[in-house]
């Protein structure tokens, strides 16, 4: 799954903080070049930004990263159940975090927790629909999570994007979206966004900004 665009949980001092990574200062290809990248990260709700580096272990202890949907081991009434739930690995951690550590977040009540990787199992889309029918809220949000990954990994795949409206998250203005249509694409996730105000150019890397 492409890094940009996706979700974080950080470990801060006693507290921990969750973001969505918006931008970084060079291009990011997967989750391993993260940890020595400047990256602009949006955190919380509040959506307030700034540059920060990972790799800084004096501020960040841990940082897990979103990946795939898993089935989570979870307790309800003293009865262990599989729960379907976001799950983040770890992408660079000091050695307070257990090996194996990962952070989940249960769908419909967004609580989360840490678990051992053995207590989950990657989830397959089209079952859990199928044995989730009569929970319509979490058939949403699994649609919801399934569209997110199809346009994020869009972006960073290779796929022909010219002619396609596309939003690129603007960093020098506070995180305003610019929005626009794609002119050309060239080597490396670098397309032109023609913007629909202005008309102007903008040169956009894919694996350094965000473009949905």
């Not at 550590?101 to 199992?121: A, P």
């Amino acid at each position: 799954m492409a890094v940009i665009g996706g979700a974080c949980v950080v470990k801060a001092g006693s507290q921990w903080c969750s973001g969505v990574i918006r931008a970084a200062a060079r291009p990011i290809y997967s989750s391993a070049d993260l940890a020595n990248t400047k990256v602009f990260v949006e955190w919380g709700d509040e959506e307030v930004g700034e540059w920060v580096e990972f790799s800084q272990q004096e501020r960040f202890q841990a940082v897990f990263l979103e990946g795939l949907l898993v089935w989570a081991r979870r307790l309800l009434q003293q009865k262990a159940v599989a729960w379907p739930a976001r799950c983040f690995s770890l992408v660079c951690g000091d050695s307070s975090i257990p090996p194996g550590t990962i952070i989940v977040e249960y769908l419909c009540d967004k609580e989360r927790t840490q678990l051992h990787q053995l207590e989950t199992k990657e989830l397959a889309l089209l079952e859990a629909k199928m044995a989730l029918s009569q929970h319509q809220h979490m058939i949403e949000e699994l649609r919801q999570w399934e569209e997110k990954k199809r346009e994020r990994d869009m972006m960073c795949s290779g796929t022909l994007l010219v002619g396609l409206r596309v939003s690129v998250y603007n960093v020098s203005q506070g995180g305003d979206w610019l929005s626009g249509v794609v002119s050309s694409q060239g080597s490396e996730g670098v397309i032109t966004v023609v913007d629909e105000l202005t008309q102007q150019c903008h040169a956009v890397n894919t694996h350094m900004v965000q473009v949905r």
